[in-house]
């Protein structure tokens, strides 16, 4: 599966090193016995301030534990709204719509994704235990009262291991 990364080259190599970390994590939430998702919030200077894999397996996962939201969470908990706003959530896959949320209220600045959610379908499929949405969250972001900037899908064909034949 060959998956395009369009967005690369509006990266620095920190912002690169970083997704790798989150996908790096992804796969150690597959090891975990969980689905592999993952994110981190780190500050301007790549200083990791939050992270978290994906908690929302059934049967004892909660559904709304979704990587990103986790570690938006954290990072909310941890810093002023003034310091997130020069935050980025990298993560494994593109936010779905409740995590892109999150991200927007807790006044992080900057997304940058691998997996898209159009590519996470093709690997998921129809599989129950995650109903991906066909909403972008740079979509969910546009709605919004603030700017949130999104770079990805990148790094998509790294992201994509983690998902190969977890979801059949």
């Known amino acids: 599966m060959t998956l395009s990364t369009p967005h690369a080259t509006d990266l620095s ?4 090193d970083l997704l790798r970390q989150s996908i790096s994590l992804s ?3 597959r090891r975990d016995g969980r689905h592999p998702f993952a994110a981190l919030v780190a500050d301007a200077q790549g200083r990791i ?3 978290a894999g994906n908690n929302s397996m059934p ?6 534990q979704h990587a990103e939201l986790v570690a938006a969470a954290q990072a909310a908990k941890l810093l002023t709204p ?3 706003a020069s ?18 209220w807790t006044g992080i600045g900057r997304v940058v994704y691998a997996l898209s959610e159009h590519a996470l379908l093709g690997l998921t499929g129809a599989h129950p235990e995650n109903p991906t949405f066909s909403l972008p969250c740079r979509e969910v ?15 998509e064909d790294e992201a994509a291991r983690a998902h190969q034949g977890f979801w059949s």
């Open 59 to 64: 049967p004892e996962g909660d559904p709304t």
């Open 87 to 104: 935050c980025t959530l990298y993560t494994s896959a593109e936010p779905c719509c409740m995590c892109a949320g999150a991200v927007y």
């Open 49 to 51: 301030i939050a992270s």
């Open 27 to 29: 796969e150690q939430s």
């Open 141 to 155: 972001f546009a709605r919004g009262q603030r700017i949130v900037k999104v770079h990805g899908p990148v790094l």
């Open 82 to 84: 003034e310091q997130l």
């Open 13 to 16: 190599e920190l912002d690169l």
